[in-house]
């Protein structure tokens, strides 16, 4: 009688540390997704463009590429930067200088954080449509939006690089609304408006809000 007691005791604990365990790691709240037929706004930013990260034009006019590079395009400039004429054919076949379109108008309060143009979004085989913000040399936190049917996971990936580790800011509360027929025809239209938990420091409030346009794609 003794024995079964006890089996049943460890057995309750072991219930009850299941459900604190998982209550602990379900931190993503679902956020119902506001649907509309013509999302209006100020989307013209979809319209603009920029060159990929660390490609410019030097002082010769010519696109160079300064940062995340490769080593042999060093070795195809002289010392004030000019890439040589007959080097430019190869040049340019390992520098990417395609027109990248912008995606995402916003503003935040965030940490490590000097904003970005983009955001891309995918669909998975089981129909989870998931996107994350560009990160840059400056910006270091990243915003994640995964849309499944009429909801959606919302939270913030920081990444620090001046020793603040890795952390993830939750969303607290917000709101979302999409553009119900550009979605269908795979692209995300949408206005947000997200808070989220600080974790690190928690007397100050991080939000983020603004717009996106951003084409789905498939994997």
Same mark, same amino acid.
């Given at each position: 009688?003794?024995?079964?007691?006890?089996?049943?005791?460890?057995?309750?604990?072991?219930?009850?540390?299941? &459900?604190?365990?998982?209550?602990?790691?379900?931190?993503?709240?679902?956020?119902?997704?506001?649907?509309?037929?013509?999302?209006?706004?100020?989307?013209?930013?979809?319209?603009?463009?920029?060159?990929?990260?660390?490609?410019?034009?030097?002082?010769?006019?010519?696109?160079?590429? $300064?940062?995340?590079?490769?080593?042999?395009? /060093?070795?195809?400039?002289?010392?004030? *930067?000019?890439?040589? &004429? /007959?080097?430019?054919?190869?040049?340019?076949?390992? !520098?990417?200088?395609?027109?990248? %379109?912008?995606?995402?108008?916003?503003?935040?309060?965030?940490?490590?954080?000097?904003?970005? $143009?983009? !955001?891309?979004?995918?669909?998975?085989?089981?129909?989870?449509?998931?996107?994350?913000?560009? +990160?840059?040399?400056?910006?270091? #936190?990243?915003?994640?939006?995964?849309?499944? +049917?009429?909801?959606?996971?919302?939270?913030? /990936?920081?990444?620090?690089?001046?020793?603040? =580790?890795?952390?993830?800011?939750?969303?607290?509360? *917000?709101?979302?609304?999409?553009?119900?027929?550009? %979605?269908?025809?795979?692209?995300?239209?949408?206005?947000? $408006?997200?808070? %989220? &938990?600080?974790?690190?420091?928690?007397?100050?409030?991080?939000?983020?809000? =603004?717009?996106?346009? #951003?084409?789905?794609?498939?994997?």
């Amino acid at each position: 009688m003794k024995i079964k007691l006890v089996i049943l005791f460890i057995l309750v604990l072991t219930g009850l540390s299941c &459900k604190t365990t998982l209550k602990n790691t379900n931190t993503h709240r679902k956020l119902k997704i506001e649907w509309t037929e013509n999302l209006k706004g100020d989307f013209s930013f979809k319209d603009k463009w920029s060159y990929p990260e660390y490609v410019y034009r030097n002082a010769h006019g010519q696109l160079s590429c $300064d940062g995340n590079c490769p080593l042999e395009t /060093d070795r195809m400039k002289d010392a004030s *930067g000019k890439i040589y &004429k /007959d080097s430019l054919q190869a040049f340019y076949a390992l !520098i990417d200088t395609t027109h990248v %379109f912008h995606s995402l108008r916003s503003q935040n309060k965030m940490y490590e954080y000097s904003g970005t $143009d983009f !955001i891309e979004f995918h669909k998975t085989e089981n129909g989870i449509v998931k996107g994350k913000s560009a +990160n840059n040399v400056s910006t270091n #936190s990243s915003l994640i939006i995964e849309i499944q +049917n009429d909801s959606c996971l919302v939270w913030v /990936d920081f990444n620090s690089i001046r020793g603040l =580790g890795q952390n993830i800011f939750p969303l607290t509360n *917000g709101s979302i609304t999409v553009d119900r027929k550009r %979605f269908e025809e795979g692209t995300l239209k949408a206005a947000f $408006d997200f808070h %989220f &938990k600080n974790t690190l420091e928690p007397n100050i409030p991080l939000f983020w809000k =603004g717009l996106i346009h #951003s084409k789905i794609k498939t994997e």
